[in-house]
């Protein structure tokens, strides 16, 4: 339904609004506003109430017209809407009720359906005709739906209808005091007219303020609609725009989505079928890892064997050799023994050293560093000291250490600091850890020396601190340890104090020498310290000198006096030998380790007392490095214990590894300054290190080295990149450093036991055993570590071995594998049984008891003789309760079964065990569906589904469709084939039945073991009334745009409802459908090239009837579409780039070369962007270019295209024709036939190759006469060469071909030429088709012919310049407008100035010298100086359509003549002649003129030039100028009186430019009187003429009663004419009476 929002159009909305000065007013909506009457209707209406009171009772009495006036008019406007808004209501009424009546009828029209098909249902349900019933059922619904929807839009009409109605009574309601108050209004009008003429100039100037303002006020709501109209649409707009984007994100995001739930499924798919081959490749790998490992067990048992009897032999030659010399060969043996155990432990002693020289060397390295940094920090010098520093110390203890031993070969820098002193070598050292590494970057490390204490007092301290300089003069003078006068005043001074202090002890004749007291305890230890503690030792003092001594305490040394106190009370003189004692308090604050001593002064010489401090430390040792076990059986178990003793204060945790196992470590280091000493994190990993290269070392060959140059390469590496980049300061770094050793060969005979790991504590010992279970004959060496939490401990390591030796039985065998197996059927292999031993064994074949009801190994005992075999059967016959009962021994995923089999040998503790390996699977094929309706099938068709045969199991198994029925089929390969493993394959059951039953039967499939798998299946058959002729149609190959047709027929059976003469029809077994006339319905699919004729029609019996099917490819329109839009695209794009590069250059100018590159790199996508959302936008029509180019470019590049149709064919019984009213026919769905149409297209042979592929070629418009040309290239894109023909044009039509061709040849182009001449005015179109033996190439041609149509301004074609001075000119000018739609092309002739005109004029006879009726010449009179007395401006140009040109033609006479003219042509195109307008003027030498009456003299000048006579004589030489007016009185012959015969002279005055007395004309008529007399009648007789005007003399005469009719009447008079001259004119009268008609 249409809403009332039109009622009102949008001029009469802003009318209707009254005057308001306000702007902020508001348009109220159109439907209320016929609900109010405006303001100048309320004003009447109110006057018109009180109107009999009102004239008389007003006292301002200046009630004017004006607003009265106005009011009349809105109220005449008001009305007329009301009346056209009635029409309009009337109109919608109209309409609301034909649809409301239409709707009644479409309801009671599904009343009755829905009463027939409750009779329907009702009687197959008696019928029990259940499917009919069901079909009934929802046809019910579907009219139940309809129904409600119709009742719904009927209560929708009568609602719109009720509302349409209150509006025409509203409507009638205004309408009515409207015209009350017009008819009032016209009262108030009548009466206020009289005081409109007195108020008149008042009263105009308020009307035009109050127009001014209304105009105002209209014009602010006009613009303020206007202004909320653009809003209104660009909100649109916007919500338009954004709902597409939207849109477009949403199908994004879909897209995405179901991308990624189709991914997820496909992943899923791939990874359940990787996961099943996986599993089979497990089985596959279980098998040859199975094989592999027999292999290896075999190489290794005849290893050992090798190697033992090799050392067996040795051992035995050696032993032959001793006991042939008379030696003894155990005493040899146990020296030799003895021997390989010394080796060992020199071994392990050179590995100790070796640990301990690394030790040592790491030390070496951080005191470099830790001098090198203090030298380079201190600012003033040191003190130098006499004795051997630490470093020194050290290096002579390693001298001492190392002199039989290999030297260590220390970095360059130590060897110069260290002169003296020969350091030693250790190159394996520096391999597995470079010098670089160790050192590090030594001004980002931290020193433990260094204090973390901030100082209270800035200064020194501070970063930005720059100490005194002192001039390098000076400092170079004096040394570092002060001058030699210095150090001598110094040494004097010294011997000086203690020469003072003590003395020489001299007893006996003996001087004492020596230490003057002795210490108990000689060393004062402080040992396992904790912070915060105090801790007290006393020591004795001893006097050992001769007599008695003094003793003095001096103190302890400077750095351990923050720590150690000392209370010693001096006890005075002493004699030898006494002692005194003396406490020492030492409270540690800081956990280190601290060496001093405690200095004391005697009388012959001072001494000193060492005292150490050391912190808790973890010291542990193992009890032993080896273990071996000695000889063993394979089966048996052997323990060892070996110690791990702590015999340090701090516990630890500890770990037993295998030495090739890897150990991680955590290392936290807080880093607090610029400069440290290396941590016991850092010095632990440096012993991992160390320790892990002797390890490798001592194995020798028994593992492969490690690769210590990939070691040293990543320690260059990082050294190199701790010196590149890493922070000098870092706080909280935790390291996590993985030291990994290429493992060895697992070795699982030996074992550690379950105290592997744990915590020691102080001064304790864990025992931790090691246990040797050999498995494989032969020698097992393992070595063991233990690792440490505490990285100061080192890693500790001890090796194991043992020899296994084999038991007597084995199977050669240990794997049976039984491959892939199914279930109930059996399977056998025999065992081979071997022993080496030399007596005879018995056995016993046991099978673990879960499988004892499927496997079984006879015989069950047995006796093996001595260095024999012997065989035992395997029977395997799975059941389908294996997987229940085989329990832990079967995998359910992967189907494997590994059964352990066991030979139970007498007198052997071992039992020999071997394995059953096997996959079981089923033997099943599952079909999918288990059953198959076919529906409903006409004996003319064949209905296919697909039916999935899955194989469950892991072989592949053949299967084949046997006893199949004859109309039914299996595909492919007729229902036989092979499956392989879980594949389930498509197969395709085809069922066409033979005739019109019900059909239930079972597809039987079995597989090639016999078992059978059943498919049960059901069909309906139908036989339909109706048959086709061709149930299959193939098209020829047909190229685009072009039409191939097929002729088939629909046949009509059925004559008689006997069943013995022919096949009757049915729909199974229902009943025999009836004889008649039957009704089919072809129902293409939508969309579909294909075209059937007719689509609807009735057969009758015995009759059929013709259908054509026509096929026409063509390309889809969103395809076109599509191309187009990116075609458009790529122009935008290409045109884009352009334009941005000159906006950045005007807007950017002044910013630099970068920023434009970056806006440049912005703009371009924006402005693409923009485009293709305005391309987006395009709705591009099939005419239009773009589209034809598009559709061209593709329809070249069309590849093929194949497809099938399926178009179904509807039966009804009953004819078309004899339907009551719109009642459909009852057609069946299970009698439709199906045909089925094979469409291949292909491209065109012939193409367009011009104009973008364009067919449709416009000529536009052309102008009537002329001719456009046109070239068309056309292209043969077949590969054989072709001949061309060309269809027949309209002969006389405007289209012709210029250039045809006759052949083609292949790939090569050819241009044809057509023209279009239009003969008239028309629009035409013609196709010529291209036609060759492939196809047809159609060629639209369409123009227009477009007459060239001026219109002159110049009515009846002729222009009179007047008269004019001579010598002096006048203008005129006039128009032409070009009413055509072409430019044209004009130019502008004269005949004066016509060469044609001179040719002819020579042959013909002078004008003045022909009758007056044969004077044809246009061209009068002209200059005597030769110049053209007309001219034209313009001469030629174009006239634009629609446009209009002016004119201006110029009169410029240089002699006196009433007889110039001339013809002016306008010439189109050159050649066409348009108008001819003539041109006539006459030029007087005088102001003044007369003309009119009877010409007495010829239009042409005579060829002699009369002289012009002098002013003086003009007077004398004038003479009297005649003028001949003529009269005829016609006479009638009717009673009533004829009119009086009547002529006209006209007197004018020329405007001049020229300088005159008088500026008029005066003249007058003498001798009026007498012809009064004679029946003339002049008027005026006597006036004057102003400048440029004209004055009409009339004259008129009527016959008086003596005239005689024979003898016409002539009289004359006299009219003289006064201006600059005065000239005098002697008029004749001749009257005449003449008969009537």
Not at 189 to 199: I, N, Q
Not at 402 to 415: K, S, W, Y
Not at 918 to 940: I, K, M, Q, R
Not at 1450 to 1457: A, M, Q, V, Y
């Amino acid at each position: 339904m249409e809403e009332d929002a039109n009622q009102f159009p949008k001029k009469e909305l802003l009318d209707n609004v009254p005057i308001v000065e306000d702007e902020r007013d508001e348009l109220e909506a159109p439907e209320f506003q016929v609900e109010f009457l405006p303001p100048a209707a309320e004003k009447g209406a109110d006057s018109g109430g009180r109107r009999p009171g009102n004239a008389d009772a007003d006292p301002s009495g200046k009630k004017t017209a004006a607003p009265a006036r106005f009011q009349a008019c809105d109220l005449r406007r008001t009305l007329g809407r009301l009346e056209t808004l009635q029409e309009e209501k009337e109109l919608l009424v109209q309409k609301t009720r034909g649809e409301l009546h239409a709707c009644r009828q479409r309801i009671e029209l599904i009343a009755k359906q829905q009463a027939s098909v409750a009779a329907e249902v009702a009687a197959g349900r008696e019928a029990n005709n259940t499917a009919s019933v069901g079909r009934l059922q929802a046809v019910s619904r579907r009219l139940c739906t309809e129904l409600d929807n119709e009742r719904a839009l009927q209560s929708q009409l009568r609602a719109a209808l009720l509302k349409s109605e209150s509006a025409m009574w509203h409507i009638a309601i205004q309408k009515g005091q409207l015209e009350d108050v017009q008819a009032s209004a016209q009262e108030e009008e009548a009466a206020a007219r009289k005081g409109l003429r007195v108020h008149a100039a008042e009263q105009l100037h308020r009307e035009e303020e109050a127009l001014k303002k209304a105009e105002r006020n209209r014009l602010l709501r006009v613009r303020k609609a206007m202004h909320l109209q653009k809003e209104h649409r660009l909100r649109h707009q916007k919500l338009v725009e954004d709902a597409k984007k939207n849109h477009k994100i949403a199908v994004k995001f879909l897209k995405a989505s179901l991308g990624r739930i189709r991914e997820q499924e496909r992943e899923k798919e791939m990874g359940s079928r990787e996961h099943m081959k996986r599993r089979m490749d497990a089985v596959l790998a279980l098998k040859n890892s199975i094989s592999a490992n027999r292999e290896t067990l075999r190489k290794f048992q005849a290893w050992g064997q090798a190697k033992a009897e090799l050392a067996e032999q040795k051992a035995r030659a050696q032993k032959e050799m001793i006991l042939a010399q008379g030696g003894d060969a155990f005493r040899h043996l146990f020296h030799q023994r003895q021997r390989q155990e010394l080796e060992a432990q020199n071994r392990a002693f050179e590995e100790q050293q070796k640990l301990r020289k690394q030790e040592i060397i790491g030390r070496i390295l951080k005191e470099e560093a830790v001098e090198e940094t203090r030298r380079k920090r201190q600012s003033l010098p040191t003190k130098a000291t006499g004795r051997l520093t630490l470093r020194d110390e050290t290096w002579g203890y390693i001298s001492d250490v190392c002199e039989d031993r290999g030297t260590v070969a220390l970095p360059r820098n130590l060897l110069q600091d260290s002169g003296a002193v020969s350091p030693p070598r250790a190159s394996q050292l520096l391999e597995a850890i470079s010098y670089e590494s160790v050192q590090g970057d030594s001004g980002n490390i931290t020193w433990e020396h260094d204090t973390l204490a901030e100082p209270e007092i800035p200064g020194l301290w501070k970063e930005d601190y720059k100490p005194n300089q002192v001039p390098k003069e000076e400092v170079d003078r004096k040394p570092v340890g002060g001058t030699k006068m210095d150090k001598d005043i110094l040494a004097r001074t010294m011997e000086q104090l203690r020469s003072r202090v003590t003395h020489r002890q001299v007893a006996s004749g003996h001087e004492f020498k020596g230490r003057p007291f002795n210490s108990k305890p000689k060393l004062i230890h402080f040992k396992d310290f904790d912070v915060g503690k105090v801790y007290k030792k006393k020591i004795t003092l001893i006097n050992a000198t001769y007599t008695i001594n003094h003793c003095k305490l001096v103190g302890v040394e400077e750095h351990l006096r923050d720590f150690v106190h000392v209370d010693f009370d001096p006890p005075g003189p002493m004699s030898a030998g006494m002692s005194c004692e003396v406490l020492v308090t030492f409270k540690p604050m800081i956990n280190k380790d601290l060496e001093g001593s405690i200095s004391f002064l005697a009388q012959t010489g001072g001494f000193s007392v060492p005292l150490k401090c050391s912190t808790k430390k973890c010291m542990l040792s193992l009890d032993k490095e080896l273990i071996d076990f000695g000889s063993y059986v394979v089966g048996e178990t052997a323990s060892r214990i070996v110690t791990l003793t702590n015999i340090g204060g701090l516990g630890t945790k500890f770990k037993f590894l295998r030495a090739s196992e890897s150990c991680e470590m955590d290392i936290s280091q807080s880093v607090a300054k610029t400069s440290s000493l290396f941590t016991y994190e850092d010095k632990g990993i440096y012993d991992k290190i160390t320790t892990s290269f002797s390890g490798q070392k001592i194995e020798g060959n028994e593992s492969p080295p490690v690769d210590v140059t990939s070691q040293k390469e990543s320690g260059k590496l990082d050294g190199k990149k701790q010196e590149e980049g890493r922070p000098a300061e870092s706080e909280g770094v935790t390291m996590s450093t993985v030291m990994t050793v290429p493992p060895n060969e697992e070795q699982t005979e030996i074992s550690l036991g379950e105290v592997a790991e744990g915590e020691i504590g102080p001064f304790g010992s864990i025992k931790v055993p090691v246990i040797f279970t050999p498995i494989i004959p032969g020698a097992v060496y393992t070595k063991f570590k233990v690792v440490f939490k505490n990285q100061q401990c080192p890693t500790l390591y001890f090796r194991v071995t043992g020899v296994a030796i084999d038991v007597p039985v084995w199977v050669p065998k240990p794997s049976v594998d039984l491959k892939i197996c199914t279930y109930d059927r059996l399977y056998q292999d025999s065992i081979l049984v071997h022993t080496r031993s030399k007596a005879a064994l018995r056995l016993k074949f046991e099978v673990c008891k879960e499988l004892r009801g499927h496997m079984a190994l006879l015989p069950e005992t047995g006796y093996i003789q001595a260095q024999s075999s012997c065989t035992v059967q395997l029977k395997f016959l799975p059941r389908h309760s294996l997987p229940e009962d085989a329990g832990k021994y079967f995998d359910k995923e992967s189907r494997v079964l590994e059964a352990p089999m066991t030979i139970r040998v007498a007198d052997q503790i071992k039992p020999v065990g071997f394995t059953v390996h096997a996959v079981v699977t089923t033997s099943d094929l599952e079909l999918s569906p288990s059953a198959v309706d076919f529906g409903h099938c006409t004996v003319y068709e064949a209905v296919r589904t697909q039916v999935s045969l899955c194989n469950l199991s892991l072989l592949p198994q053949g299967f084949g469709f046997v006893g199949l029925p004859k109309f039914v089929d299996v595909q492919p390969s007729d229902g036989f084939g092979t499956i392989l493993p879980l594949e389930t394959l498509q197969l395709d059951v085809i069922f066409q039945p033979t005739k019109a039953k019900d059909y239930n039967f079972e597809l039987v499939c079995k597989s090639e073991i016999n078992r059978c798998f059943k498919l049960s299946c059901r069909a309906v058959g139908v036989r339909p009334p109706l048959g086709l002729s061709h149930y299959q149609v193939k098209f020829a190959a047909t190229s685009l745009y072009h039409t191939s047709v097929a002729t088939l027929y629909v046949i009509n059976s059925h004559v008689s409802m006997s069943s013995l003469t022919h096949s009757a029809p049915r729909v199974g077994s229902e009943d025999v459908s009836p004889v008649g006339p039957t009704t089919f319905e072809f129902l293409p699919p939508p969309d579909s090239p294909i075209t059937i004729s007719p689509l609807v029609g009735t057969v009758l019996p015995g009759k059929r009837c013709l259908v054509q099917v026509a096929f026409r490819p063509v390309l889809p329109t969103k395809l076109i579409l599509q191309e187009a839009l990116q075609t458009l695209t790529k122009e935008a794009e290409a045109k884009s780039p352009c334009k941005d590069t000159v906006t950045q250059k005007k807007d950017l100018r002044r910013q630099s070369f970068s920023t434009l590159r970056l806006q440049g790199r912005d703009h371009p996508p924006r402005a693409s962007t923009t485009q293709a959302a305005k391309l987006q936008k395009l709705d591009l029509k099939s005419s239009s270019d773009e589209y034809q180019a598009a559709q061209a470019t593709l329809a070249r590049s069309f590849q093929g295209r194949f497809d099938k149709f399926v178009v179904p064919c509807v039966v009804a019984s009953g004819d078309t024709e004899d339907r009551k009213g719109t009642e459909p026919l009852s057609f069946s769905p299970h009698n439709t036939l199906y045909l089925e149409l094979w469409c291949p297209a292909v491209a065109p042979s012939l193409v367009v190759t011009s104009d973008r592929g364009k067919t449709i070629f416009n000529f536009g418009d052309i102008a009537v006469g002329h001719r456009g040309i046109k070239k068309v290239s056309i292209q043969n894109i077949s590969p054989e060469d072709l001949t061309v023909e060309f269809s027949v044009l309209n002969p006389r039509g405007p289209f012709i071909l210029l250039t045809p061709i006759s052949k083609l040849p292949a790939g090569e182009t050819q241009v044809l030429t057509l023209s279009f001449s239009p003969r008239e005015s028309i629009l035409a179109r013609e196709t010529l088709d291209i036609i060759t033996k492939r196809d047809t190439l159609s060629l639209t041609l369409m123009g227009t012919g477009v007459a060239s149509t001026l219109t002159c301004s110049i009515e009846g074609d002729a222009l009179d310049m007047g008269y004019v001075i001579a010598g002096e000119s006048v203008s005129s000018s006039f128009k032409l407008q070009n009413s055509s739609a072409l430019p044209i092309r004009f130019s502008m002739q004269l005949d004066s100035l016509s060469s044609s005109r001179r040719g002819k004029s020579q042959q013909r006879l002078p004008q003045f010298l022909a009758f007056p009726a044969q004077r044809t010449e246009v061209v009068g009179t002209q200059n005597h100086s030769g110049q053209s007395v007309f001219s034209v401006i313009p001469v030629e140009g174009v006239i634009d359509p629609g446009k209009t040109q002016d004119f201006t033609v110029t009169f410029s006479p240089d002699h006196e003549s009433r007889y110039f003219s001339d013809r002016l042509q306008v010439v189109l195109f050159g050649k066409k002649l348009s108008h001819q307008i003539l041109l006539k003027g006459a030029a007087r030498e005088h102001m003044m003129f007369v003309e009119g009456g009877d010409p007495l003299d010829v239009p042409v000048e005579s060829l002699t030039v009369i002289p012009t006579c002098d002013p003086e004589h003009r007077e004398e030489a004038e003479e009297l100028k005649p003028i001949l007016v003529t009269l005829d009185y016609v006479q009638l012959d009717t009673d009533m009186p004829a009119p009086p015969a009547t002529r006209e002279l006209q007197v004018g005055c020329i405007r001049t430019t020229q300088l005159s007395p008088k500026k008029t004309v005066e003249f007058s008529l003498d001798g009026a009187a007498p012809l009064q007399h004679k029946g003339f009648t002049i008027e005026p007789s006597r006036g004057f003429v102003e400048r440029g005007q004209t004055k009409t003399i009339s004259i008129s005469w009527l016959p008086p009663a003596d005239f005689d009719l024979d003898h016409p009447l002539v009289v004359s008079a006299l009219l003289q004419l006064k201006g600059d001259v005065k000239e005098t004119y002697k008029v004749f009268f001749v009257a005449q009476v003449v008969s009537g008609p």
